[in-house]
């Protein structure tokens, strides 16, 4: 008896980059591999520049994993914390978390959000 594995595949091209957009805003671009449409985890990579300004940054859908691959940017909560995040740091946020997202340079991290 054979067995199939399931598996998701992606490419990353130019091409393939949309912006994601949360609470009606549009912050930086995403690569999907797992997209909202076929519900958690979500997967994929996102990418966003100095330009972009700073912005509220919430976990909204669950746990919000991720590891940087280029990049710094730095997360503040409203308690004045300061989190900065990294290339090759590795990071996670419960859903509920809440902060301000300041991109410090160019910056791209590979995600996984999931209860």
């Keep these: 008896m054979a067995t199939t594995t399931e598996y998701l595949s992606s490419s990353v091209t130019a091409g393939s980059w949309e912006p994601l957009v949360e609470e009606g ?4 671009q995403v690569h ?3 997209g909202e449409a076929e519900g958690l985890p979500l ?3 996102w990418k966003i520049s100095p330009e972009e300004g700073e912005f509220p940054y919430k976990a909204m ?3 919000d994993n991720f590891h940087v691959i280029q990049g710094e ?3 503040e909560t409203s308690s004045g914390e300061k989190i900065q ?3 090759g740091g590795i990071y996670s946020f ?5 902060a ?4 410090r340079s160019p910056f791209m991290k590979f995600f996984v959000v999931a209860k």
């Excluded at 419960?94 to 809440?98: A, L, N, S, Y």
């Design 85 to 87: 995040l990294v290339t």
């Design 100 to 103: 301000t997202w300041r991109t």
């Design 61 to 63: 859908y669950g746990f």
């Design 43 to 45: 997967t994929g990579l």
């Design 73 to 75: 940017a730095e997360l």
């Design 94 to 98: 419960p859903e509920g978390f809440t």
């Design 32 to 34: 999907w591999l797992r």
């Design 25 to 28: 805003r549009e912050i930086g």
